[in-house]
């Protein structure tokens, strides 16, 4: 089974603090998803790594950067985090589209992060 | 950008009726996905449903496409207690999934 794990269950951090979300999934994917989930928003992408140190901005990257060194780990930081970010952070890993075979790859999520910025 | 909007935002139902939610898309596909989230979790996937599917069964899950529509629904029968959660449609764009906002499930034992 595929097992992607975030590093944190809940965290509470204070405004301006750096912050480090950090996922690792065991099965050689190579595409790491990043996404906060807010009420009534759904899930939105923050940033998408589609290979070791490459990167890609999803639909709100503003205030937030992302570190992929190694293919299993893919962090998310927060640089200076704020109140508005207090959110649901959520990673996924999938097979990349050469990857893919017969089938379009499925996401596979951690358990995710609730963050607390105070 | 959400290219999913589920409908409803949420449902209450008894054990034992059946659920269904449906989700409406912007853009061509080529696939659907469902995915479900348990309270507090992470996501997990359903199903998934090609451009050129009408219908696809899976256990007690049974999804339709609509590609005129640009609509799926999901239908949930015999529903348990253990099927409340939320449920996203997701569409992909390239590698990656575009979903809606959700459809929050309470299923009442």
């Known amino acids: 089974d595929v097992k992607v794990t975030q590093s944190s269950r809940y965290l509470v951090k204070r405004t301006g603090e750096k912050v480090f979300l950090e996922c690792v999934q065991d099965?050689?994917?190579?595409?790491m998803f990043w996404y906060r989930q807010d009420p009534g928003l759904g899930l939105r992408l923050i940033y998408f790594?589609?290979?070791?140190?490459?990167?890609e901005k999803g639909d709100i990257p503003e205030g937030y950067s992302v570190s992929r060194e190694k293919k299993e780990r893919f962090s998310l930081i927060l640089e200076s985090a704020s109140t508005n970010q207090t959110s649901m952070y959520l990673c996924?890993?999938?097979?990349?589209?050469?990857?893919?075979?017969?089938?379009?790859?499925?996401?596979?999520f951690g358990p995710g992060t609730r963050l607390l910025v105070l | 950008s959400q290219q999913g909007e589920e409908d409803p935002q949420a449902l209450s139902i008894q054990e034992g009726e059946n659920a269904t939610m449906n989700c409406s898309y912007k853009?061509?596909?080529?696939?659907l996905q469902w995915y479900r989230q348990n309270s507090g979790r992470g996501l997990v996937h359903l199903i998934l449903?090609?451009?050129?599917?009408r219908e696809k069964h899976s256990g007690r899950l049974r999804v339709t496409l609509d590609t005129s529509k640009k609509s799926s629904s999901l239908l949930i029968t015999a529903s348990r207690a253990a099927d409340t959660a939320s449920y996203f449609c997701?569409?992909?764009?390239?590698?990656?999934?575009?979903f809606g906002t959700g459809t929050r499930l309470q299923v009442f034992p």
């Open positions: 099965m050689d994917h190579e595409n």
């Open positions: 997701a569409t992909i764009n390239t590698d990656k999934l575009i």
């Open positions: 790594s589609y290979d070791v140190k490459m990167k």
């Open positions: 996924a890993s999938s097979l990349t589209g050469r990857q893919w075979g017969h089938d379009p790859p499925t996401q596979y």
């Open positions: 449903i090609r451009s050129n599917e």
């Open positions: 853009t061509s596909i080529n696939n």
